[in-house]
C-alpha cells in the first residue's frame, strides 16, 4: 500500500548547525510533499509544502526539495535554534484525494 | 484565527468503557479526519469525513465508529475501549475547494485506558 519513510527518527544538533530531514514515498501519482512540526503539547503544524511540478522551496530558514525520479523529498534547516526543537512530519497526498500518508517523524534536538 | 477544538486534552477510562471524542472546527471545511498517533508509527488514519453524515474508514478503523451531525463537529467512539487503544487522537480539517491540502489540527487527547 501507499508508504512514507522518514529518516532519521531522531536528530540532535548544535545550535547553528544545519538539520536534514529525509523522506521516500511509494504512490507515484503523489503530487503535494507538506511538511509539519509538532510541538510539544501541540498539534502538527504545516511549515512548508512542495508540489510535484517544483524542485525546490525555500522558507527563510527552511528549504525543501523533491526528487520525482527517486520519489525523495527532504527538509533543511539552517541556522537552527532552539526553537526549532520538535517532532517533524513529512507526509504525501495526491490531488483531488482525501488521505494524506504521513511518516513516523523526526525527533529534532538542538542544543544551545 | 483558524480553530480546531478537541473536547478534552487528558482522558482515562476503564476497559469497557464507551468513549467519546469530540472534535469542532470553526473554518466552514468538509472534510475532517481522525488520526491517533504513537511513538514510531507517525499518525495513522482511523476515519475521515467530506461531508455531513458521510464517513469513510481509514487505515486502521477496527474498534472506533464516527459520528457528523454537524459540518463543525466531528466526534470518535470506541465502542469498548481497550488497553490497545491508549494513545494520543489527533483530529484534523481541510478545506478539500483549495488546491492546498494543508491540515489543520487540533491539540490532542492523550487517552489512557486501564
Known amino acids: 500500500g501507499e508508504n512514507v519513510e522518514q529518516h532519521p527518527s531522531t536528530l540532535s544538533v548544535q545550535e547553528g548547525d544545519s538539520a536534514v530531514i529525509k523522506c521516500t514515498y511509494s504512490?507515484?501519482?503523489?503530487?503535494?510533499f507538506p511538511w509539519y512540526k509538532q510541538e510539544l503539547g501541540k498539534g502538527p503544524q504545516l511549515i512548508i509544502d512542495?508540489?510535484?511540478?517544483?524542485g525546490e522551496k525555500k522558507d527563510q530558514r527552511i528549504a525543501v526539495t523533491l526528487n520525482k525520479t527517486a520519489k525523495h523529498f527532504s527538509l533543511h534547516i539552517t541556522e537552527t535554534q532552539p526553537e526549532d526543537s520538535a517532532v517533524y512530519f513529512c507526509?504525501?497526498?495526491?490531488?483531488?484525494?482525501?488521505?494524506?500518508?504521513f511518516g513516523a517523524g523526526t525527533r529534532l534536538f538542538v542544543k544551545a | 484565527d483558524v480553530k480546531v477544538t478537541q473536547s478534552s486534552r487528558y482522558l482515562v477510562k476503564r476497559t469497557g468503557e464507551k468513549v467519546f471524542l469530540e472534535c469542532v472546527q470553526d473554518?466552514?471545511?468538509?472534510?475532517m479526519f481522525w488520526y491517533r498517533q504513537d511513538p514510531g508509527l507517525g499518525l495513522r488514519l482511523i476515519y475521515f469525513?467530506?461531508?455531513?453524515?458521510?464517513?469513510e474508514k481509514g487505515d486502521i478503523p477496527e474498534g472506533y465508529s464516527v459520528s457528523r451531525e454537524k459540518k463543525e463537529r466531528f466526534s470518535l467512539i470506541l465502542e469498548s475501549a481497550s488497553t490497545n487503544q491508549t494513545s494520543m487522537y489527533l483530529c484534523?480539517?481541510?478545506?478539500?475547494?483549495?488546491?492546498?491540502?494543508?491540515?489543520?489540527f487540533g491539540p490532542g487527547t492523550r487517552l489512557t485506558v486501564l
Open positions: 473554518m466552514d471545511h468538509e472534510n
Open positions: 507526509a504525501a497526498s495526491k490531488t483531488g484525494g482525501f488521505k494524506t500518508i
Open positions: 469525513s467530506y461531508d455531513v453524515k458521510m464517513k
Open positions: 504512490d507515484s501519482a503523489s503530487n503535494y
Open positions: 484534523a480539517s481541510f478545506n478539500g475547494l483549495v488546491a492546498r491540502h494543508e491540515q489543520f
Open positions: 512542495i508540489r510535484s511540478n517544483v
